[in-house]
């Protein structure tokens, strides 16, 4: 049973940087999908970041592009995202994501396991 667990979340100043680690065990990524998605509070978890594990490909929320950057360790297995830049829009809880099996994708409703999130919170 392949298990996630988020770290890295905490509180920071607006305009000031976190990472996040995603790690894999008993299963890996490879040829899927991991993806980091963000939820609060009455509202839908949205996509944020994702890395197609084996070809490298990455997909961004237009909401975070240019600020957000997701990535990976083969070696750790192990998914990372840097976020600078942070606005106090972008307080959540983040969760990490594997794909269901040889995936390609940003949606969640393909994801078919998660983690239990970790709080990120910007203040102004």
């Known amino acids: 049973q392949v298990q996630l667990v988020e770290s890295g979340g905490g509180s920071v100043q607006a305009g000031g940087s976190l990472s996040l680690s995603c790690a894999a065990s008993g299963g890996t990524f490879v040829s899927s999908t991991m993806a980091w998605f963000r939820q609060v509070p009455g509202k839908e978890r949205e996509f944020v970041a994702a890395?197609?594990?084996?070809?490298?490909?990455?997909y961004y929320a237009d909401s975070v592009k240019g600020r957000f950057t997701v990535s990976k360790s083969n070696a750790e297995n192990t998914g990372y995202l840097q976020m600078n830049s942070l606005k106090p829009e972008d307080t959540a809880v983040y969760f990490c994501s594997k794909g269901a099996g040889n995936i390609c994708t940003t949606d969640a409703m393909f994801m078919g396991y998660w983690g239990k999130g970790t709080q990120v919170t910007v203040a102004t």
């Open positions: 890395i197609c594990w084996s070809v490298g490909s990455r």
